[in-house]
């Protein structure tokens, strides 16, 4: 939609529609919901990573007062459709969300849920899941996915096959597919460089660490409709799959939005709701389930740990010649690793004459990854970003020049065989060769400045909304998009706009599946982005419908009027040819009261635009004290290209939420396993940063419109997360001489380092003075 | 058995406390703790659970002028305490300037931390009402935010503090 005036609040830092219920405690999470005669619902989690179960009795359980219901595998119905497939982002097949859901024959991670009771409080549900007796038999376990891949590995799946374009294997492996994509002849490419660095990297699981752990409330009501009241990023997604798992139609299916406290990727699959709904009907009554911490760690699922080799090529004047990598992902317990996302993010930003990406999606005995921000794209970030440092510095190149040089723009190609529209690369390092930051010398012993490039393709799938009309003029969005990021406030900024009527003259209602449209989850970041095509058409829709309206009302006996001939702008509608017939809005919205015509409601959707391809940089300065290890973060300067920004405060804060969450990834963050047993189930052991780790992070926007949409506008949530790592090793590097290539890089990895390369340069020395 | 005592399920606790300025008397579970006594037996939901083992700062309120977390303090040992949660910040309908600036300032996003946070910088301004940075950031370094970077959130306290919303 293109409107005729400036915008009035698109691109102004217009506060967070929903900021008051939150700073008065008043907004209502998954947990904090009471139901009239509620049960408490508890899981019952295998204990073993990698376990037979050849019997559960779950009498005793039963047999404890205030035991309402106990459940397992044996009550989901049997499975029809295999072939049905959801996700989102890291899709997931029927059978395996099954077993997900509740361990069937096998246990397949530590945390894998294995019963869950419900009872009359949390304490005697509690209680009944000690009583509860499993048989396990114990199997060896695969504790990461090199090991999975080797010939002789115990296999999780009797029935998964390797996918690959090649011929269909005729034995079952812990390889769930092979992706193999590319273009032009690296053989050529490496022949034709002048310096090749090929160099191997390894990450671990991390945890998206929101903080309001999964819970939900389910009640099966007397006529066997279902209601849920769930946390989740997407309800319909959530409605699709229990519906799939359940077999209940949709429409006896309502999952209601609570507000979610942090997700970030980790609250896309059902994982509490199918076992609440089981226990409801069951027992007749409400159920609400909340998990506690260790849960969220052992039994949600975290990122992807990933082993990745990439190999580059370029000419001495920096021009590359060719990129490849190997990509090793580990699954967890089912397939579905964010192999599509790392590959196409891994070279994203570069352009090369001959590109291949090879990469392995892999299960082991570990909880089944979920997406988190920008899926694979961090990982695969770190090493291709610490490989290209690493090749500019043997070429004697400035590493921003580097970058520059070999910058992808519109019509170059990603690995993937996409050509680009307009994409933002170029305008971020231009802004960063510009900006203070990049200008101000480095000083000091043991400090160095690292930049990184991070890149995510921009997720579309399907977006709808309503605009609806009141008859007092005012309006209201009425939409199944979940708020996680602050989108019901660029919402409303955009229908402002597009209506020319002011801002508070509009509300938005995030409403249930039963009440709203279709539309996709809030992941990937594409909320913003679809729902700004998706309003604009609602909205074009409502003033086509205002208009004949307005036709109506003004036209006279001699001279009918269409809508044809009524202009509008600005909260007024008049006679093109005579703009003395004037109405104003609300009194055309009053019309519809009492003529049979109303009310008015436009509907939006959206499911093919061209993808708003995102782009992020990170600079920072760090100061390693090499006694200790420990990393200092001196200065921070996240850079992105957000397409048109709706908000200005809630893209800065994307921004700085995402370089602080990769900053997590880059210095702090693992799961500490223990032959498929996790160590660190707590915020303690698992240490997100705090505010005394970091320094202010600054932020420099650049708006390089999307091809696509009625506004320019990108994705902003995913591209923050995807450079930091990246940028801290190769700061690290430029401050005390250590390449790491693992993450995460702790004070002690830092330190051992360090005292390698001490040890090393020694060796060399007396080996000098030997000779 | 369970290691549950069973037979114990019954016993209950009184505790008074004074709760935004109501007083209150509560039949509690002797193991209940303090949050749950709050968001279970008040309906005072705001103070959130995080982790319930006190790393995670969301459940942060005041307890006789002094932040804690209320996962780690059972509701018997809040008998004749005075609570403060971020349901009482704002006073007579009109909301705490911290309150103010953390809208004003964006500094926050899910908003599952944001009670924890208001309390311990309503401390941190009892007590300091002119922190430098790094004490705003000490001041706040028990609670976890995962959204925003903490840098609206250090923003927004300093705000206050230089008077700059009131």
């Given at each position: 939609?293109?409107?005729t005036?400036?915008?009035r ?12 219920e ?14 009239p005669?509620?049960l408490h ?29 106990v459940?397992t ?20 097949d029927?059978?395996h969300?099954?077993?997900l859901?509740i361990?069937?024959e096998?246990a ?12 009359t409080s949390?304490?005697?549900?509690e ?8 048989d ?12 999975a ?16 374009l090649g ?16 273009f032009?002849?690296?053989e050529?490419a490496w022949?034709?460089?002048?310096v ?10 991390v945890?998206?660490?929101y903080?309001?752990?999964?819970a939900?409330v389910?009640w099966?009501?007397a ?7 769930t ?13 799939a798992?359940?077999?209940v139609?949709l ?13 970030f990727g980790g ?7 199918p076992?609440a ?6 027992a007749?009554?409400?159920?609400k389930?909340?998990?506690d911490?260790?849960e969220?760690f052992r ?24 990129l490849?990598?190997?990509i090793v ?16 993010c891994?070279?994203?930003p570069?352009k ?6 090879e ?27 610490s ?14 020049e ?14 993937t065989?996409q050509?680009y529209g ?26 160095g ?14 977006s ?8 007092d ?11 996680i ?5 660029s ?8 209506l020319?009527?002011p801002?508070?003259?509009?509300s ?36 086509a419908?205002m ?9 006279k006996p001699?001279?009918?009027?269409t809508?044809?001939d009524?202009e ?5 509608f ?11 809005w ?21 499911t093919?635009l ?27 300067t996240?850079?992105q290209?957000?397409?048109r ?6 893209v800065?804060g994307?921004?700085?939420?995402g370089a602080?969450?990769?900053i997590?990834?880059?210095l ?5 396993w ?15 940063p ?14 390089v ?6 506004l ?11 450079p ?12 005390v001489?250590v ?6 890089m ?8 360090i ?9 060399q020395?007396?080996?000098g003075?030997?000779? | 058995?369970?290691t ?11 505790v ?5 300025g109501?007083p209150h ?6 193991w209940?703790?303090?949050l ?13 659970e995080?982790?319930?083992n ?8 005041l307890?006789n002028?002094k932040?804690v ?7 018997p ?8 949660t ?6 007579n ?6 309150q ?11 908003g599952?931390?944001?009670?924890g ?9 009892q007590?300091?009402?002119?922190p ?10 028990g609670?976890?935010?995962r ?20």
């Open positions: 939609m293109t409107t005036t400036p915008f609040y698109i691109g102004k830092p217009i506060p967070k529609a929903d900021a008051l939150r700073v008065t405690g008043t907004a209502r999470f998954g947990a904090d919901l009471k139901l005669g509620m619902g508890k899981v019952l989690r295998s204990p073993h990573p990698h376990a037979y179960i050849r019997r559960i009795d779950a009498s005793r359980a039963l047999a404890l007062e205030g035991v309402k219901a459940v595998a044996q009550d989901l119905p049997p499975l029809e459709d295999a072939r049905a497939a959801f996700g989102g982002e890291l899709m997931i029927l059978d969300l099954r077993r859901t361990a069937h096998k397949l991670f530590e945390g894998h849920a294995v019963a869950a009771v419900a009872a949390p304490e005697i549900a209680a009944a899941l000690e009583l509860i007796q499993v396990y038999e114990v199997l060896p376990v695969v504790e990461n996915a090199l090991d891949m080797k010939p002789d590995a115990p296999l999780l799946h009797p029935n998964l096959y390797t996918r690959t011929e269909k294997p005729s034995k079952p492996s812990n390889i769930a597919t092979i992706v193999e994509v590319g032009g002849d690296l050529k022949a034709a460089a002048d090749v660095v090929e160099q191997s990297f390894e990450t671990q699981m945890h998206q660490g903080l309001e752990p999964q939900c389910a099966v009501d006529d066997g409709r279902i209601h849920v009241w946390t989740t990023q997407g309800t319909f997604n959530a409605q699709r799959m229990l519906s798992l359940l077999k139609p429409h006896m299916l309502n999952v209601i939005p609570a507000e979610v406290g942090g997700a609250k896309i699959y059902v994982i509490l709701e076992l709904i089981l226990l409801s009907r069951k007749g009554r409400p159920v389930m909340v998990m911490r260790a969220v039994a949600t699922g975290p990122a992807s740990p990933a082993y990745i080799t990439v190999k580059a090529g370029a000419k001495r004047d920096g021009t590359l010649t060719g490849y990598a190997k992902m580990d699954a967890g317990a089912f397939p579905g690793a964010p192999v599509q996302g790392a590959t196409w891994i070279f994203a570069y090369a004459p001959a590109m291949k990406v990469a392995y999606d892999v299960v082991t005995n570990k909880p089944r990854v979920q997406a988190y921000r920008a899926p694979g794209a961090t990982a695969a970030a770190f090493a291709s970003e490989t290209l440092d690493m090749l500019a510095e043997r070429l004697g190149l400035d590493p921003l580097f970058r520059l040089r070999n910058a992808a723009q519109e019509g170059d190609q990603n690995v065989g050509t307009r994409i933002g690369v170029k305008a971020i390092l231009e802004a960063i060769r510009k900006h203070p930051h990049w200008n101000t010398p480095l000083q000091g012993k043991n400090r400045r690292g930049l990184a490039m991070g890149a995510w393709m921009g997720a579309i799938l399907t709808s909304s309503q605009v609806v009309v009141n008859v003029g005012t309006v209201q969005i009425v939409t199944g998009q979940v708020d990021t602050g989108t019901r406030t919402m409303l900024q955009m229908v402002a706009d597009m020319q009527l801002l508070d003259h509009i938005i209602r995030v409403g249930d599946t039963n009440c709203t449209p279709y539309t996709d989850l809030s992941a990937g970041s594409r909320t913003t982005f679809t729902q700004s095509a998706a309003l604009a058409r609602a909205c074009q829709s409502v003033i419908q208009k004949a309206q307005a036709a109506d009302a003004l036209s001699d001279r009918r009027l809508p044809e009524i509008y702008a600005d909260g007024k008049w006679v093109k040819s005579d703009p003395e017939q004037v109405l104003p609300r009194q055309v919205a009053g019309l519809t009261r009492t003529r049979g015509t109303g009310p008015i409601v436009g509907t939006g959707t959206v093919r061209q993808p708003a391809n995102e782009f992020s940089a990170q600079l920072c300065d760090v100061e390693v004290d090499p006694e200790t290890g420990k990393v200092k973060i001196l200065r921070f996240a850079f290209d957000a397409g920004v709706i908000n200005p405060i809630q800065e994307q921004m700085q939420g602080v969450q990769g997590g990834w880059g702090f963050e693992y799961y500490a223990d032959k498929g047993k996790l160590r660190n189930p707590t915020l303690l052991d698992y240490r997100e705090t505010a005394l780790d970091l320094p202010m992070i600054d932020t420099c926007i650049v708006e419109p999307a091809p696509d949409g009625p320019g506008v990108r994705g902003v949530g995913e591209p923050p997360i995807v930091g790592p990246a940028a801290l090793a190769n700061a690290i590097y430029r401050a001489g390449r790491l290539t693992k993450l995460p702790t004070p002690e990895t830092v330190f051992w380092a005292q390698e390369k001490k040890q090393a340069e020694h060796l020395a007396v080996a003075d030997g000779a | 058995m369970t549950f005592p069973l037979d114990k399920l019954s016993l209950r606790t009184q008074r406390m004074k709760v935004n109501e008397v509560l039949l509690v579970k002797p209940q703790t303090l749950e006594a709050l968001r279970e037996e008040l309906g005072l939901t705001g103070t959130k995080g982790c319930g006190g790393n995670c700062g969301c459940c942060t309120i307890m002028g932040t977390n209320s996962c780690l303090v059972l509701a040992e809040a008998d004749g305490a005075e609570i403060l971020v349901e009482g910040l704002a006073q309908g009109r909301l705490d300037p911290l103010k600036a953390f809208i004003q300032y964006g500094a926050l996003q899910c599952f931390c944001t009670p946070f208001l309390l311990s910088a309503k401390y941190l301004l007590e300091n009402p002119n430098t940075e790094h004490q705003v950031r000490l001041a706040i370094a609670n976890l935010c959204c925003t970077g903490y840098d609206k959130i250090v923003r927004a306290i300093l705000a206050v503090a230089r008077g700059e919303v009131q």
